[in-house]
């Protein structure tokens, strides 16, 4: 298996969990008061759920105090106070950036995020790059993707620049361009979907290239790693899966010590298993499936 260099998480991904709790639980404390102060929709629904201080929200076992909110809200609230709903947390005029969800449920969710904001979220970037021995002054790295408001792509292709990775962008190009620039630019690096980076593959054999004798040393996928052997077959290279939401920018990334399982970004999020009807807890071990 090839690799692109050497991995080094950073040191909050190296934490006790004594320590991760207490990181935890300090940027939590700040995000609930922040919210509290400023967000009309998160002040009146954790109001009526019974939080009359937010200082009270400190620790994680506190979390149980505040209900949930669901995607479906955050895009009603933007339907019903236009055109970034009463969530935010600062006004229009300090925002830099917005991106939206895909929409596949229903109406598109905008994501606005300002200077500092859009920054953290290409900083979780830097956990992918680092654990997958991708990010190294002269990498070079192609972006496989119509450059749409995905935020995924968009934090990482900045990030990559900031880094001094050679970042090339794919949108606009069909899979026999992407496929002919992988191989007469020798890319280290290819940034894509699963299943966009297998039918790159196939296109690769279609057209006389072999792609198992491509230059490529990794390819960094959205979503889990069911599909790495997959592609490390196609490619002869190191596959390398990345989980995000829109909402948190990455959540986790493939387990460098334990390849096929995901490593949960617990320093940027804090990440529950629930019972998707009751809303507990699962047990540890416990299967939970979301019914059809």
Not at 58 to 75: H, I, M, S, V, Y
Not at 185 to 194: A, E, M, Q, R, Y
């Amino acid at each position: 298996m090839a690799t692109t260099g050497t991995r080094r998480p950073l040191p909050e991904e190296c934490l006790s969990r004594v320590e991760l709790a207490e990181l935890q639980s300090r940027r939590l404390g700040t995000l609930v008061e922040l919210a509290w102060e400023r967000s009309p929709l998160y002040r009146r629904k954790w109001a009526a759920a019974g939080v009359k201080d937010p200082r009270a929200i400190r620790t994680l076992a506190d979390l149980t105090q505040l209900p949930f909110t669901t995607r479906a809200e955050l895009t009603a609230a933007q339907a019903a106070v236009p055109p970034a709903g009463d969530w935010t947390t600062v006004s229009m005029d300090e925002f830099v950036a917005v991106h939206q969800t895909a929409g596949n449920s229903g109406a598109p969710l905008l994501w606005y995020d300002t200077a500092a904001s859009w920054r953290w979220v290409q900083d979780s970037w830097e956990h992918v790059f680092r654990s997958a021995g991708a990010v190294s002054p002269g990498t070079s790295a192609l972006f496989a993707f119509e450059f749409a408001p995905v935020l995924w792509f968009w934090a990482g292709f900045e990030l990559a620049q900031r880094r001094g990775i050679l970042t090339l962008p794919g949108g606009a190009m069909s899979p026999l361009q992407r496929v002919e620039l992988i191989f007469e630019l020798g890319v280290d690096v290819l940034i894509t979907t699963p299943e966009h980076a297998l039918t790159l593959a196939q296109v690769a054999t279609q057209h006389g290239y072999h792609p198992a004798r491509s230059p490529l040393r990794s390819v960094i996928y959205t979503g889990g790693p069911d599909h790495g052997r997959a592609i490390e077959a196609a490619w002869g290279a190191e596959p390398f899966a990345v989980t995000w939401l829109t909402e948190a920018g990455v959540t986790g990334y493939e387990c460098p010590s334990h390849p096929g399982g995901v490593h949960l970004l617990e320093s940027h999020v804090i990440c529950e298993v629930i019972d998707p009807v009751t809303g507990a807890a699962a047990a540890e071990g416990e299967l939970v499936v979301t019914p059809l």
